[in-house]
C-alpha cells in the first residue's frame, strides 16, 4: 500500500497544475469531446491545441472545458448531453464516431450550437466541419516523386474510410505529376495508435526497399524508425521534427485554432449559422511544416504548389485520372466535386495495393 | 533482406519472450498473476521517465526492472498474503496499471526518447548474417537470452528450481516437507514483475523510444498465452516468441507485397494460431500433465 | 511483525455485510487523499464522483443505461466463476451477439414487422452462446485453457465485426464511412420512460439477476454449480458431470453477454460500427467479484460501477480531473474490495515476533 501511496504522491507531483477553477456566469461556455487523451501526441493533441488557442484569443469572454476518452457509443451521446445541459453555448464533438449521438442530441437541444468534425450529418444547429488534407499530401507526393532514389514510396494507412483512401490517391497524384512511374506501396495498420504496429509497418515496407515514408497514424513511431534507417519521411497531424531532425522533409499540421476561432467568433457576434464547411490550406485549417531536409529546389516547389493550391489555380484531383482498373474517372481537366472526394472508395492508377473492401 | 526482417522479427519478439519468462516462473510456483499487461506498462512508463530524467537508459532499464517489480507486490501482498481471488487480483493490477502509467507519463507523451544503443560483440558481430543478428543486439536483447538460459538451468538443474517446482505442484507436501511456500511465492511473484518491467521498458526504449498511454496494446495478454503455448518450459518460450513475432511481422510484408486478404484476417491471424497451437499443445494430455504446475492459482494458507 | 490467517470454520456473516462497506470506506479515503495531493478539494472531488450523478433524472437513467449491460454480462460470469469456469472473453461473445441479432435489421432493412425485435433478441443469445461455446468445446475435448481461448477470441470477434462494417455491412448511402444502415424503428429497444435514455435492456438485467439468484439459492442446479465449483471431485460423488457444468455455465454467460450486445447495439446506438463496447465485457468481471459472485449483490456493484464512470465524467467537467483518475479509483476500489473480502473467510492476526533478544528492531 505504501507503495502505492508514494507512486501516487509522485503522479500528482507530475501533473502539476490543471486549470479548473472558479465559473463565472457570465463567460460563454464552449464545450469539447475527445475521441483520445489530450497528450495523445495526434488528432486530438492537435484540437486541444485548438482549444487553447481558441481560449487564449477569446480569454476571459470564454471557457472551454472538454471531456476526453470518450469512447464512440452510447458513451458519446450521454457525454455531449452531459455537456449541453451543463450551459455550453457551442460543443464541438471531434471524431467521426460522434456523428450520430450528435445528432441525436442536437435534436434535444435545439438553443445549444454543435459541430461535428469529419462527419455528413448536419441540421439546423449543428454544423459539420473538416480540413482538406489531402492538399498537403498532394505536396508531400511531389516532394516524394524528387527526393526518392528507388521512386517508392510507403504508406502507413490506418483504416480504409475515405479520408485515407482520398489521402492515398492525392499523395500519388502529387508524386506522379513529377515522376509518372511512380510507385506507391500500402501497408494497413489497422489501428490510429499503436508505436509498436505503426514501427513495425514502417520497417516492413523499408525492408520491402520504399526510401520514403509517410503516414496515416497517430505517433511518431514511423518516423523515429525512418531516422534509425536513414530514409526521409513526412510527417502527420502535428509537426514531428524533433522525433527525426534529419528525416522530416515536411508535416500536415493540423491547426483547427483558426477555425474554432472564427467560429465563435461568429457565435459572439450572433451570426453563427449552420453549414458544411471543408477548409483547406488558404483557411489555415492546416499548414505545412517548413520544408528542411531538402534542396532548394525542391523546396521551392513544394512552396509553389502550396500557393498555387492556396489561390485555388490547382485542384489536386484534376483529370486526366484514372482509376486503378484502368478505367476513366475524370476526364481532361475536370475536377472532381466534393461529394466524389467524401465517399471515395478506389484507388487511382498506380497503387500497388488492392483496397479492402 | 531476409536478415532485415529477422532483426525485425527479434525485435517484436524480445518483449514476448522476457514477460513470458517471467511469467513462466511465477506459474511455475503455482501463481497465476494476469496483470501481465498492467506490469509491463507501468515498467514502460517508468523506463521511458527514468531516461528522460537521467539521461541514461541504462538507468532507465533498471528503473522498469524495479517498477516492475513493485508493482507486482501488490499482486503478491493481496494474493499471497491476503489469500484474494488471483484471476480478479491480476485484472485489477492491470486496471490500475493503466491509469497509473498514463497519470506518471502525462506529461512525457510525444517527447522524443534515448534509444538503448546496441553493443557490439568483437569478432562476434562480425560473421557474416549470424553476427548483426546475434552479436550487435542491445542489453536487453542479450539479456532475454541469458534469462532463457538461466531459467531452464534454475528449474530443471538447481535444488532451488525444484523445489519452486515442488510448491508449484503440491503446496501442501511441499509446506510438509519444511518450504516455505508463501516466500517462495512471493520472489517468483516479484520475477515476474521484474521480467515484465523489463519487457516494458524495452518497448519504451527499444522497440519505440518513445512513451504514449497505453502503448503496451495487448502485449502482456499475448506473454500470457505464450506460457501455455510453451508448456511451461522456458526454450519453448524462446520459440514460441519468435513464432509470434514472425507472424505478426510477415502479415505486414504479406501487405506491402499486395495480396489481397482483408487486413483484419491477417491482423487476427497471431490470435488464431495462438489457440490452434493451444489446442494442439493441451490435445496431448501427458505432456500437459507433465509440466502443468498442478497448484496453479490455488491459493494456500499455511496450516499451524 | 507478520500477518497471520486463521480459516474461519464458518463465513462470517457479520463481515459479508461490512466486507464492501469498509472497503468503499478505503476507497473514498485514499480517493480523497490522492484528490488532495492533485490539488483538488477532496470532498467536492468526491462530491462529484459520487453525488452529482444521482441528482438529476436524465442522469439516472444514465445511469440504469450504463449499469444494464455490466449486470447482464456479470451475472452470467459469476456463474462461470462460481462453477470454476474462467470466461474472460464476455467482449467477445458481447460482440458476437450484437453482430447475430442486427442481421435482420441490417441484411432486411425494409422488413418493418412486430417479430423482428424479438428474433433479434434471441439471435443475439444464440450467437453470444455459441461463440462462448467455442472455449467449452476446445475445454472439454481438448483441455485447452478457457482463460486464454476466450480472451484470443475476443480480439478475434472484434476485428470480425471491424472487418463486416468497413465492408459486407456497410451503409451503401454512408459516404464509404465504416457503419450499417440505421435500424427501422421497429428493431429498436424501447425505452422504459419518457423522461429519459433507458430503455428494456435494464429490465433484462434485473430480471436475469433475480432469475439466477433464484437458482443458486433454491435449485438442483445452483447446487450443482457450487458443488462443482468447489471440488470436482466431490461433485463426481454427488453424480454432477464437471464436463456438462462447463458448457452449461460458460454458453449461459455467453447467452447473457450477447444479449448485452444486441441490446446496446439496438437500444442505445441504433446501428452498427467498429466501436460498440467501451469494454463491458471486461469491466463486468470486476462488477462480478465486486458483487462477490451473488446475482444481488451484482446488481448493486453494476450500478457502483456504472456510478464511477458517470461520475468520473461529471468531475472532469466540474472540478478539471484528468480521466486516467477514474481509472486509478476503479483499480482501487477493486483492490479493496479483494482485500476485504479476506475478512469474510479468514480470522486475521498480526503477529509482532520478538527479534533476536527483543531488541527494538521496530518502532
Known amino acids: ?357 | 533482406m531476409l536478415e532485415a526482417i529477422l532483426l525485425t522479427v527479434i525485435t517484436a519478439a524480445t518483449p514476448l519472450v522476457i514477460a513470458a519468462l517471467g511469467e513462466l516462473v511465477t506459474e511455475r510456483s503455482g501463481v497465476l498473476n494476469l496483470g501481465v499487461e498492467g506490469m509491463m506498462i507501468m515498467g514502460a512508463v517508468v523506463a521511458f521517465v527514468a531516461t528522460q530524467t537521467t539521461g541514461s537508459p541504462y538507468i532507465g532499464v533498471v528503473a522498469g526492472i524495479t517498477a516492475g517489480a513493485a508493482f507486482s507486490l501488490l499482486f503478491g501482498f493481496l494474493t499471497l498474503t491476503l489469500v484474494a481471488n488471483q484471476v480478479a487480483t491480476g485484472l485489477a493490477l492491470t486496471i490500475l496499471g493503466l491509469g497509473l502509467s498514463g497519470q506518471i507519463g502525462e506529461s512525457y507523451v510525444g517527447q522524443p526518447g534515448i534509444k538503448l544503443q546496441p553493443i557490439n560483440i568483437p569478432i562476434l558481430g562480425d560473421i557474416p548474417f549470424l553476427g548483426p543478428l546475434l552479436f550487435r543486439q542491445d542489453l536487453i536483447f542479450y539479456l532475454s537470452i541469458a534469462l532463457v538460459i538461466g531459467i531452464h538451468w534454475f528449474l530443471f538443474r538447481s535444488r532451488t528450481g525444484l523445489k519452486m517446482r515442488a510448491i508449484g505442484d503440491n503446496h501442501s507436501s511441499a509446506h510438509a516437507l519444511g518450504i516455505n511456500v508463501i516466500r517462495t511465492r512471493y520472489l517468483a511473484v516479484m520475477f515476474g514483475g521484474a521480467c515484465s518491467g523489463l519487457a516494458g521498458a524495452q518497448l519504451s526504449l527499444v522497440y519505440t523510444p518513445q512513451w504514449v498511454e497505453n502503448m503496451a496494446a495487448g502485449r502482456g495478454w499475448i506473454a500470457l498465452a505464450l506460457v501455455v503455448f510453451a508448456s511451461w518450459r522456458p526454450l519453448r518460450v524462446l520459440a514460441g516468441g519468435y513464432l509470434f513475432g514472425a507472424v505478426t511481422i510477415g502479415q505486414l510484408h504479406a501487405q506491402a507485397f499486395g495480396i489481397g486478404i482483408p487486413s483484419q484476417f491477417l491482423s487476427a491471424l497471431p490470435y488464431v494460431a495462438t489457440i490452434v497451437v493451444l489446442i494442439i499443445i493441451s490435445h496431448n494430455r501427458r505432456t500437459t500433465l507433465i509440466n502443468t504446475p498442478a497448484s496453479l492459482g490455488k491459493p494456500f494458507v499455511p496450516e499451524r | 511483525m507478520r500477518i497471520e490467517l486463521q480459516r474461519r470454520s464458518q463465513s462470517s456473516r457479520l463481515f459479508s455485510f461490512v466486507s464492501p462497506l469498509l472497503a468503499l470506506v478505503l476507497t473514498l479515503f485514499f480517493g480523497g487523499i490522492m484528490f488532495w495531493m492533485l490539488g483538488k478539494q477532496p470532498l467536492d472531488a468526491l462530491y462529484s464522483f459520487f453525488v452529482e450523478p444521482l441528482l438529476e433524472v436524465w442522469s439516472l437513467h444514465e445511469l440504469a443505461v450504463k449499469a444494464a449491460p455490466l449486470i447482464l454480462i456479470g451475472v452470467g460470469l459469476s456463474i462461470c466463476y462460481r462453477s470454476n469456469n474462467w470466461n474472460i472473453g464476455a467482449e467477445g461473445q458481447f460482440t458476437i451477439g450484437a453482430i447475430t441479432g442486427s442481421i435482420l435489421p441490417v441484411l432486411y432493412p425494409e422488413w418493418h414487422s412486430p417479430m423482428i425485435l424479438p428474433l433479434m433478441l434471441v439471435m443475439g443469445m444464440v450467437g453470444g452462446a455459441l461463440y462462448a461455446g467455442i472455449p467449452a468445446l476446445l475445454k472439454t475435448r481438448f483441455n485447452t485453457n478457457e482463460i486464454l481461448t476466450s480472451l484470443m477470441l475476443v480480439y478475434i470477434a472484434q476485428l470480425y465485426l471491424d472487418w463486416l462494417v468497413r465492408g459486407p455491412w456497410r451503409d451503401p448511402q454512408g459516404y464509404n464511412f465504416p457503419q450499417t444502415k440505421s435500424f427501422v424503428p421497429e428493431a429498436v429497444l424501447p425505452e422504459i420512460l419518457e423522461s429519459g435514455r433507458a430503455h428494456l435492456a435494464i429490465a433484462f438485467a434485473l430480471v436475469a439477476a433475480v432469475a439466477l439468484w433464484f437458482m443458486m439459492r433454491f435449485m438442483l442446479k445452483g447446487f450443482e454449480v457450487t458443488v462443482l465449483g468447489q471440488s470436482e471431485r466431490a461433485g463426481r460423488f454427488a453424480g454432477f458431470s464437471a464436463r456438462r457444468m462447463v458448457w452449461f455455465s460458460m454458453m449461459l454467460s455467453g447467452a447473457l453477454a450477447g444479449l448485452a450486445g444486441i441490446s446496446e447495439v439496438s437500444g442505445s446506438i441504433g446501428h452498427v460500427q467498429p466501436t460498440i463496447s467501451p469494454g463491458y465485457g471486461f469491466t463486468a468481471i470486476i462488477v462480478a467479484f465486486l458483487g462477490r459472485l451473488n446475482p444481488l449483490g451484482i446488481i448493486a456493484s453494476g450500478f457502483v460501477l456504472a456510478l464511477t464512470y458517470l461520475g468520473g465524467e461529471a468531475a472532469q467537467l466540474s472540478i478539471g480531473i484528468s480521466d486516467k483518475v477514474s481509472r486509478v479509483f476503479q483499480g482501487l476500489l477493486l483492490f479493496f474490495v479483494l482485500s476485504c473480502d479476506t475478512l469474510i473467510h479468514y480470522r486475521i492476526r498480526i503477529v509482532t515476533q520478538k527479534l533476536r533478544g527483543g531488541a527494538a528492531h521496530h518502532a
Open chain 1, 1 to 357: 500500500m505504501k507503495k502505492l501511496i508514494i507512486a501516487l504522491a509522485a503522479t500528482a507531483a507530475l501533473l502539476g497544475g490543471i486549470t479548473g477553477g472558479a465559473q463565472a456566469q457570465d463567460k460563454t461556455k464552449i464545450c469539447f469531446i475527445y475521441v483520445g487523451s489530450k497528450t495523445d501526441g495526434g488528432w486530438t493533441q492537435a484540437h486541444d491545441i485548438g482549444r487553447q488557442a481558441l481560449q487564449e484569443h477569446f480569454g476571459d469572454k470564454i471557457e472551454t472545458p472538454f471531456l476526453e476518452n470518450v469512447p464512440e457509443g452510447p458513451d458519446a451521446e450521454r457525454a455531449i448531453e452531459r455537456m449541453a445541459r451543463s450551459g455550453c453555448a457551442m460543443v464541438f464533438t471531434t471524431s467521426f464516431g460522434f456523428m450520430d449521438a450528435t445528432v441525436k442530441v442536437a435534436q434535444k437541444f435545439p438553443d445549444v450550437k454543435f459541430e461535428h468534425a469529419t462527419g455528413f450529418k448536419a441540421a439546423e444547429n449543428l454544423a459539420t466541419y473538416n480540413s482538406r488534407f489531402y492538399e498537403g499530401r498532394y505536396i508531400q507526393g511531389q516532394i516524394a516523386a524528387k527526393m526518392s532514389k528507388k521512386g517508392v514510396a510507403g504508406y502507413i494507412a490506418s483504416f480504409p474510410i475515405p479520408e485515407v483512401v482520398m489521402g492515398i490517391n492525392a499523395f500519388l497524384l502529387g508524386a506522379q505529376s513529377v515522376n509518372p512511374d511512380f510507385e506507391l506501396k500500402v501497408v494497413w495498420a489497422n489501428t490510429w495508435f499503436d508505436p509498436g504496429k505503426e514501427a513495425d509497418a514502417a520497417k516492413a515496407l523499408i525492408d520491402q526497399g520504399v526510401d520514403i515514408l509517410t503516414q496515416h497514424t497517430d505517433t511518431t513511431a514511423p518516423m523515429q524508425v525512418a531516422a534509425e534507417r536513414g530514409i526521409l519521411a513526412f510527417g502527420q497531424a502535428s509537426d514531428m521534427i524533433a522525433a527525426g531532425p534529419n528525416t522530416q522533409l515536411t508535416a500536415i499540421v493540423d491547426t483547427w485554432g483558426a477555425y474554432y476561432i472564427k467560429r465563435v467568433q461568429a457565435l459572439l457576434d450572433g451570426n453563427w449559422k449552420s453549414e458544411q464547411i471543408w477548409d483547406g490550406l488558404k483557411d489555415g485549417i492546416l499548414t505545412m511544416a517548413p520544408y528542411t531536409n531538402m534542396p532548394d529546389d525542391v523546396k521551392a516547389m513544394a512552396e509553389e504548389t502550396e500557393a498555387k493550391i492556396k489561390s485555388g489555380e490547382l485542384h489536386p484531383f484534376t483529370g486526366p485520372v484514372n482509376k486503378q482498373d484502368g478505367t476513366q474517372w475524370l476526364a481532361e481537366g475536370e475536377k472532381a466535386d466534393d461529394g466524389a472526394l467524401l465517399g471515395m472508395n478506389f484507388y487511382v492508377e498506380g497503387v500497388d495495393d488492392k483496397l479492402p473492401q
